[in-house]
C-alpha cells in the first residue's frame, strides 16, 4: 500500500478539490484526507503508478507537489537536516563573502559546488580562503542582520519532538551559524565545520577534518545507533549534492527547493510547499502542529 500526498505553498493555498478527486479516481485510490484546507491532502492507493513522473511534471506546472511512498513508517523517529538554504533561507559562507567584498565570486562557486559541478571539500577550502582578515564580529553581524529562517522550519522541529522525535541539524557551513540555528529552532545537537580564528579575525581556514557528504552520512550513522532506532526511522532533507549521501540511506529522503542534479536523484521533491511539506508527508495535520 501507498500514500499520496498533494500539497502547496501554504501562502497560495491553492489545491484544487477536483484535482485531488481526479487522481484518487484515476489511481484507485481511497477516500482522501484533507490534511489542510486548500494545501495538503492524502489518499492511500494499492500500487505504484506507472505514470508518477508525468503526472508529476504536470502537477509542477500548476505549483502542486506530489509525494508518493509506502504506507509503513511514515511517522518518523528523527529529523537530520541541512541548514543552509533548508532550514534558512541564505548560504552563509556567501553572505560572510558578501562582508568581505567578495559575494559574488563566492556565490558562483558555492551554486557550482551545491549542484554537484565541484568537489564540496576543495570548494569550501577555496571559498573560506577569501575571508581571510575579515572581523570575527562580523560574523554576529551577518547572523543578526542577514540570516531569516525557512517557513515551517520551527513546526516541524517542534511537531516531531513533541511526539518523541530527536533533531540534528548537520551543515556543511560553519559552527558559528550551526550553534545559533539549531538553539532557536530547538535541535537537539548540531555539527559543522568551525572557522579558525587569530588576533579576532578569520585566518582563511577551517579546521579539519572538513564536514562534507560523507560526515553527513556518518552523522545518521552514528545518532541513530546512538538513539537504538534504524535508519529506516530517520528523515533527511537538504538541497545540495552534498546531501545526496544521508538523502539516499534515510528511511525518508527529502530534496527540498533543491537543485536540479540533487533533485533528478531523490524521489521525494518539495519545490511548492515549505518545511511543514515534511509534517505532511508523515501524516500530520496541520491542526496537529506545535507552534
Not at 201 to 215: H, M, N, Q, S, Y
Request: hydrophobic share 45%; aromatic share 6%; charged share 20%.
Amino acid at each position: 500500500m501507498f500514500i499520496v500526498t498533494l500539497l502547496t505553498s501554504p501562502t497560495e493555498r491553492s489545491l484544487d478539490a477536483a484535482l485531488v478527486d481526479s487522481l484518487r479516481n484515476a489511481w484507485g485510490g481511497g477516500d482522501a484526507t484533507w490534511l489542510a484546507v486548500d494545501e495538503a491532502a492524502e489518499f492511500s492507493i494499492p500500487v505504484m503508478p506507472d505514470n508518477r513522473w508525468d503526472v508529476w511534471e504536470g502537477l509542477q506546472r500548476g505549483c502542486v507537489d506530489l509525494v508518493i511512498q509506502p504506507s509503513d513508517n511514515r511517522r518518523k523517529k528523527m529529523l537530520l537536516a541541512d541548514m543552509d538554504s533548508t532550514m534558512i533561507r541564505q548560504e552563509c559562507i556567501d553572505e560572510l563573502a558578501d562582508e568581505a567584498g567578495v559575494g559574488a565570486h563566492v556565490a558562483d562557486i558555492t551554486a557550482r559546488a551545491m549542484n554537484g559541478e565541484l568537489n564540496f571539500e576543495s570548494a569550501l577550502i577555496e571559498r573560506v580562503s577569501l575571508l581571510k582578515g575579515l572581523p570575527e564580529p562580523m560574523i554576529e553581524q551577518v547572523l543578526d542582520q542577514r540570516i531569516t529562517y525557512m517557513p515551517g522550519g520551527y513546526e516541524l522541529v517542534a511537531t516531531m519532538k513533541a511526539r518523541g522525535a530527536y533533531a540534528a541539524l548537520v551543515s556543511g557551513g560553519f559552527t558559528a551559524f550551526t550553534s545559533r540555528v539549531a538553539a532557536a529552532l530547538g535541535f537537539d545537537e548540531n555539527r559543522a565545520n568551525t572557522l579558525l580564528v587569530q588576533d579576532g579575525k578569520l585566518t582563511g581556514d577551517v579546521a579539519r577534518p572538513i564536514l562534507g557528504k560523507e560526515a553527513k552520512v556518518q552523522a545518521l550513522v552514528e545518532i541513530t545507533q546512538r538513539l537504538g532506532i534504524a535508519r529506516a526511522d530517520a528523515l533527511a532533507v537538504g538541497d545540495g549534492a552534498n546531501d545526496l549521501g544521508m538523502l539516499g540511506q534515510a528511511g525518508t529522503g527529502v530534496a527540498l527547493h533543491a537543485k536540479p542534479a540533487v533533485q533528478a536523484q531523490c524521489d521525494i521533491r518539495i519545490n511548492h510547499g515549505d518545511l511543514t511539506a515534511l509534517l505532511f508527508i508523515q501524516g500530520y495535520g496541520r491542526d496537529t502542529f506545535v507552534t
